[in-house]
């Protein structure tokens, strides 16, 4: 149990274009997911706590106008990064608390964009 | 504020040797939890194990063995005998009671074992 997904893996995509990244908990019911960024040789560092039927909280430095997150049901949540440039590229991992376990995490396999 | 600090950035060894990865954290919080992660080149999260600030009891599980320790706000891992798919990265975290359920990740130790 307690299965995250994300959709794409991968996606390469122009500069100027928008692309929307989805997580989902398969086999659970996530009240609240977060967004996480990776660059290469980096640690994850924390976007925004995505609560379902409610506005993201961003963290301080992360354009909210720019990453859009969209928490519609207990089991999606979506990551919009509108007119995506090179600097955006790097690695999006989501992660789902289960609603039974504040505390518990689980992440999905990441997707990784690159922008051209 | 949160903050968790592995000082190692790469750590070679030979397959075999025991390896120590360091983590030292900082909270003020009194409830929190702390976490170790391993991500393979694949990229994907994979848990590790997960303490909360109560329990300062060391754990082992097969070869994976960490060391809690409150007065020095460490929590080290440590893999016994290592193989060479022990080599990832690995990460240290943290979340406090009051911070929401965030993650405070440290910087990640990558770890190379090496035939």
Not at chain 1, 3 to 30: M, N, W, Y
Not at chain 1, 99 to 105: A, G, I, K, L, S
Not at chain 2, 26 to 42: A, G, H, I, M, V
Request: glycine content about 6%.
């Amino acid at each position: 149990g307690a299965v995250v997904s994300q959709h794409p893996s991968r996606v390469i995509c122009k500069s100027g274009t928008s692309v929307k990244i989805e997580c989902r908990s398969l086999d659970f019911q996530a009240t609240t997911m977060f967004w996480y960024r990776q660059f290469p040789k980096q640690s994850l560092m924390l976007m925004a706590t995505s609560n379902e039927g409610s506005k993201a909280t961003y963290e301080q430095g992360v354009e909210k106008d720019k990453f859009l997150i969209n928490h519609a049901s207990l089991t999606l949540s979506t990551l919009t990064v509108t007119s995506a440039h090179p600097e955006d590229s790097s690695f999006y991992i989501c992660s789902a608390r289960w609603w039974r376990d504040y505390n518990e995490q689980f992440f999905g396999p990441g997707t990784r964009l690159t922008v051209l | 504020a949160q903050k968790v600090t592995q000082a190692q950035t790469e750590i070679s060894v030979v397959e075999k040797e025991d390896v120590t990865l360091d983590c030292v954290y900082e909270t003020r919080d009194t409830t929190y939890y702390l976490f170790w992660y391993k991500q393979p080149p694949s990229g994907e999260l994979v848990f590790l194990i997960r303490r909360n600030s109560f329990d300062e009891q060391n754990e082992i599980s097969g070869r994976y063995s960490w060391n809690f320790q409150k007065s020095t706000s460490s929590f080290n891992f440590t893999i016994t005998a290592s193989q060479v798919v022990d080599s990832a990265v690995y990460f240290c975290a943290l979340s406090g009671l009051n911070q929401g359920g965030k993650l405070i990740f440290g910087q990640g130790t990558e770890l190379s074992v090496k035939p």
